[in-house]
């Protein structure tokens, strides 16, 4: 019988998340433990350091400190308000993320989350100025995604019968909307405004959009910036091959053992190559 270590399968899980999730979490995690420290040694230095990231609702400090835009987003409250986010992230946001890929997903999440924040400015003057810290709208975000995606996927709650996903994420969305003012310390605005963020951002996606493509010159400057993007070369030019544009082509010879080769899998497949022929077929591959 097989035995593995918990360690190992902690191990196992956490590089079998998807990329982006399991960068999101990683950096989540790190800061909350950073949070934490600096609360046990030092409660000052704790407030300093979540003042310098929170998001504050007004317009001057969004547009001349837009950073908080983003960081607010890997402050959690407490542990509670961590293990939440990050459950449902990795409950619902993994589908999304190997159905769409980590690009988009990534466009989504942090689309959500500063559509969330950004309209939280907008609300302010009737719901308060207050500091909002924590990655809940940008989850919203994606569990919109999710129910987009997966509307009549069975969603299995503590004490309850499973419950198709449009629901579920509707239902949660209700109580924010119903508790929206309430003095609970909740920034419900960013809950519901992550929530229509990722509403429109998946409309925009479904009618064709790439949404990876705003991804895409952020990942190339970083690589530069790492100086490890290049260019792709064009491969040096066989002189048995002649050139046509960009695509090479292989020479009447070796062309048609391959079609021959190709002739014999048709009427035969191919298991019924010989190895030779099987190794000759690799070999054309290879080269073309």
């Known amino acids: 019988m097989y035995n593995d270590s918990f360690g190992n399968s902690v191990k196992r899980g956490y590089w079998g998340l998807p990329v982006a999730i399991r960068v999101i979490i990683t950096i989540n995690v790190a800061i909350f433990i950073i949070q934490t420290l600096l609360s046990i040694f030092s409660p000052t230095y704790s407030n300093l350091f979540i003042d310098a990231f929170a998001f504050y609702p007004d317009w001057q400090t969004a547009l001349f400190q837009p950073w908080r835009a983003i960081t607010y987003m890997f402050l959690h409250g407490g542990a509670f308000h961590l293990l939440f986010n ?3 992230l990795w409950w619902l946001g993994r589908s999304v993320e190997e159905s769409m890929g980590p690009r988009t997903f990534s466009v989504l999440f942090f689309g959500a989350g500063i559509g969330g924040a950004l309209f939280n400015i907008i609300a302010a003057p ?3 100025f207050n500091p ?6 940008a989850v919203y975000g994606i569990m919109v995604a999710f129910a987009m995606l997966y509307p009549t996927m069975p969603i299995m709650l503590i004490l309850l019968p499973p419950i198709q996903a449009r629901y579920v994420v509707a239902g949660l969305i209700a109580i924010d909307a119903l508790l929206l003012g ?3 310390g909740t920034a419900r605005i960013v ?5 229509g963020m ?6 925009y996606h479904r009618q064709g959009n790439d949404l990876s493509r705003w991804v895409l010159p952020i990942e190339q ?3 530069r910036l790492k100086g490890v993007y290049q260019k792709k070369k064009s491969r040096p030019q066989n002189k048995n091959m002649h050139s046509v544009s960009d695509v090479e082509i292989i020479d009447e010879t070796n062309q048609s053992e391959l079609d021959a080769i190709l002739e014999k899998i048709s009427q035969k497949g191919y298991d019924g190559l010989t190895d030779e022929e099987k190794q000759k077929l690799f070999e054309l591959s290879d080269r073309n």
């Open 86 to 88: 990050m459950l449902w």
């Open 126 to 128: 009737v719901l308060g």
């Open 132 to 137: 909002v810290i924590g990655a809940s709208g």
């Open 182 to 184: 309430s003095s609970d």
């Open 191 to 195: 809950h519901l405004a992550g929530a």
């Open 198 to 203: 990722g509403y429109l951002l998946m409309k």
């Open 221 to 223: 400057f970083w690589y």
